[in-house]
């Protein structure tokens, strides 16, 4: 049996975290009284009551309007640099974390605020070892126009954010409907990574799009490649990374995923294991790893594999990558 601590000790990289999914009940309600903000709720026990999902779209209406707490740059930094501390015990040393701008902007908040604080809280990180960067990600369910919009609103922050995403609902929202943002964004430098939430409506005429049109560089869930073997070639010719989410997966799906993780593993795909929001699906990076471990009785070899791919498919530099590898 592979213990916790091997788990905790293991240098990992978390590749796929959506900083407003690390929002855990007890930050929750202490911005809520902060900023004089009705959530409707008032204990833990009520926030966690409140979670119940049993697909994506029930899980993000219940995501959204909890980001209503946060205001200010100072609430933003507290998140992000709350996430990474707990992240750092968990053993990860690199993370490229997701951030939603328009589920901000919406509500008034600048693009300034939020990409100031989650960046603050970047270099601040240095100082406990972890390499920190953003993606910001496109919400699907905007117009590609909105998207277009963000990436314009982004150019002065250029510097701060390392790719572009593209998440929340799915359903109906293809990739190619994003076509002329996502190239406009290859176009700044930006790299490139979009959501293929498993279950999904269209799942692999998505993650079609997303390869041969988007040509994306990674992509975020999208175990379900495994009923298309041609996929799996393709991904492995690319050496594509795909960021896996067990506690995520069971939360949304009733399943961990771990038969499809494990089919990959053994056809040499770059799969690797992440939290996605640690908050809403009950655990962090550790406790994904420890899930799956248990679940499926996983060989400290393949453990191992899952971290040398998170690394591998990172968007470090060679140089740092060769200290991990
Ligand atoms: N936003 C936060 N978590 C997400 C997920 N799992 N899928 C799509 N959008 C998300
Ligand atoms: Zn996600």
Redesign the pocket.
């Known amino acids: 049996k592979v213990s916790r601590e091997f788990i905790d000790e293991l240098p990992k990289a978390e590749l796929?975290v959506?900083l407003e999914g690390t929002l855990e009940p007890e930050l929750k309600l202490k911005l809520a009284k902060k900023n004089h903000i009705d959530i409707g709720q008032t204990t833990i026990e009520d926030v966690e009551e409140s979670y119940h999902y049993d697909d994506l779209a029930s899980f993000l209406a219940v995501y959204y309007p909890g980001m209503a707490v946060l205001q200010t740059e100072e609430d933003f930094y507290e998140l992000a640099i709350t996430y990474l501390h707990h992240a750092a015990a968990d053993g990860v040393r690199h993370v490229e974390m997701?951030f939603d701008p328009q589920a901000h902007l919406v509500r008034g908040i600048p693009l300034h605020t939020v990409v100031d604080g989650f960046y603050q809280a970047c270099v601040d990180a240095r100082a406990f070892d972890i390499d920190a960067h953003l993606i910001m990600c496109f919400l699907r369910d905007m117009s590609a126009l909105s998207a277009s919009d963000l990436l314009q609103q982004a150019q002065p922050f250029r510097n701060k954010i390392l790719g572009i995403g593209l998440?929340s609902d799915e359903h109906h929202n293809p990739p190619l409907k994003f076509a002329q943002p996502f190239s406009a964004a290859i176009a700044q430098g930006y790299r490139i990574t979009m959501?293929a939430d498993v279950d999904q409506v269209d799942s692999i005429e998505h993650i079609k799009q997303a390869l041969e049109i988007i040509n994306v560089e990674r992509l975020?869930?999208g175990t379900n490649i495994v009923e298309d073997q041609d996929l799996v070639d393709w991904v492995n010719n690319i050496h594509l990374g795909l960021t896996s989410?067990p506690l995520?997966n069971d939360f949304i799906s009733g399943d961990l995923k771990g038969k499809e993780i494990i089919e990959l593993l053994n056809e040499g795909v770059k799969v690797s294991v992440n939290s996605?929001?640690p908050a809403y699906f009950g655990g962090y990076i550790a406790d994904n790893y420890e899930a799956l471990a248990a679940e499926y009785k996983l060989k400290p070899e393949q453990i191992v594999q899952l971290a040398r791919n998170s690394f591998e498919t990172s968007w470090i530099s060679d140089k740092q990558k060769a200290i991990y590898l």
């Open positions: 796929h959506h997701f998440d959501h975020d869930h989410c995520s996605d929001d």
